[in-house]
């Protein structure tokens, strides 16, 4: 079953936004496989958005996410990658259609609350950057109820 990075940002924490977000998820029917509260430092956030590091905003990108902790989370279940990333919206929020989580809660790009992994290989990468431990291995026993 695919498996995405989904990370509450430390606007989202600092504004409640976390037990919210995990709702939607939840009742979506996906699975939590991994979840915690985190700070990081710049060279990991750096680490994170490597593929980004060419871009102008780069630095106020990595001074946002080290700017208080995150909740880090692994999701799973069919096609959570993309629709994951239509539950969160567009990057910029002005585009986000109402009833995603950027369109309800969010103005600013730079304040968006919320990443998700754009794609299955990326979010292999993330989940191995962000739990290198490992994520936890459990069946939700509603699994039927929301799998044909
Ligand atoms: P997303 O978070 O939707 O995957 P992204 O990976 O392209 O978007 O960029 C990562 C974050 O960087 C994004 O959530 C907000 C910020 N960002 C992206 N493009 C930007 C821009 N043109 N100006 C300022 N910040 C930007
Ligand atoms: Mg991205």
Do not use: C
Not at 26 to 38: D, V
Not at 44 to 65: E, M, R
Not at 94 to 114: E, F, K, L, Q, W
């Amino acid at each position: 079953m695919e498996q995405t990075f989904i990370m509450i940002k430390p606007d989202g924490v600092q504004r409640n936004l976390v037990g919210e977000i995990i709702g939607r998820f939840e009742k979506k029917g996906f699975t939590l496989k991994g979840l915690k509260l985190i700070s990081v430092d710049s060279a990991f956030a750096k680490k994170h958005y490597a593929d980004l590091s060419a871009q102008p905003f780069f630095n106020k990108l990595v001074d946002y996410i080290v700017s208080g902790p995150v909740v880090a989370m692994v999701w799973e279940g069919r096609n959570v990658v993309a629709t994951g990333r239509k539950m969160i919206g567009t990057t910029n929020p002005s585009d986000s259609a109402p009833g995603t989580i950027r369109g309800d809660y969010t103005i600013d790009m730079g304040r968006n609350v919320i990443h998700g992994s754009d794609a299955v290989e990326s979010a292999k990468k993330e989940i191995a950057l962000w739990f290198p431990q490992g994520i936890t291995e459990w069946k939700s026993s509603a699994h039927h109820w929301i799998f044909e």
